[in-house]
């Protein structure tokens, strides 16, 4: 399974807004609503945002949001604030029973 | 409170092998799937194996059919990672994550993981 495709790196000034993309196939992302997106700071374990595309666990702020279209999904973060400074991963599951991961995105606040 | 401590990592030589633990608590064990994830110094998360409630094993990636096995213990609250002649480049920290479960597909709960170096 070839990994999702995510930009390397975004940036933005704090009170603004970004999107991170992540692209795949018809295999994943364009066949199942299985979209799931993780943020992790340095040395710290991956926290879940998003799953199933667009909803939030409980304790996530509001300024996360996700949404798909075809075979791309988006982590969209309003309101940008420092401590949003961090790596994000998407996931999907895909018609091989199994999993896949975006390369990462590396967001910037300015 | 949800906790997922793993244990087991360590130095290894090439071609050795390790079995990495997860202790679970916190939840109940034996009615979530689990998951290895595992992350390579300086890159990206990579997508292991997974394992039902009643220990089914799903298919996992290609990459680590063969070498690697995935158990529980749900007596033991216990989740496993056999790993079999390991190379250089499985040298990694390897995450035990928890699925959502209850119609939610993603994963909710990361231990903090542990480090396993495959090294002469």
């Known amino acids: 399974q070839s990994a999702l495709t995510q930009p390397a790196s975004v940036s933005g000034s704090p009170g603004q807004s970004i999107t991170i993309s992540c692209t795949g196939t018809?295999?994943?992302?364009?066949?199942?609503?299985?979209v799931s997106w993780y943020q992790q700071h340095p040395g710290k374990a991956p926290k879940f945002m998003i799953h199933?595309?667009?909803n939030r666990p409980a304790g996530v702020s509001n300024r996360f949001s996700g949404s798909k279209s075809g075979n791309t999904a988006s982590l969209t973060i309003s309101g940008l604030q420092a401590e949003d400074e961090a790596d994000y991963y998407c996931?999907?599951?895909?018609?091989?029973?199994?999993?896949?991961f975006g390369g990462g995105t590396k967001l910037t606040v300015l | 409170e949800v906790q997922l401590v793993e244990s087991g990592g360590g130095l290894v030589q090439p071609g050795g092998s390790l079995r990495l633990s997860c202790s679970a608590s916190?939840?109940?064990?034996?009615?979530?799937?689990m998951h290895w994830v595992r992350q390579a110094p300086g890159k990206g998360l990579e997508y292991m194996l997974a394992?039902?409630?009643?220990?089914?094993?799903?298919p996992g990636a290609d990459s680590m059919k063969g070498r690697f096995a995935i158990s529980r213990d749900n007596s033991k609250n216990t989740l496993y990672l056999q790993m079999n002649n390991l190379r250089t480049d499985d040298t990694a920290l390897y995450f035990c994550?928890?699925?959502?479960?209850?119609?939610?597909?993603?994963?909710?709960?990361w231990g903090q993981g542990t480090l396993v170096t495959v090294s002469s």
């Open positions: 994550v928890r699925g959502c479960g209850g119609g939610c597909h993603g994963w909710d709960f």
């Open positions: 916190g939840f109940s064990f034996g009615n979530y799937v």
């Open positions: 394992i039902t409630p009643d220990g089914d094993r799903t």
């Open positions: 018809s295999n994943d992302i364009g066949a199942y609503n299985y």
């Open positions: 199933d595309v667009s």
């Open positions: 996931t999907s599951y895909t018609n091989s029973d199994t999993w896949v």
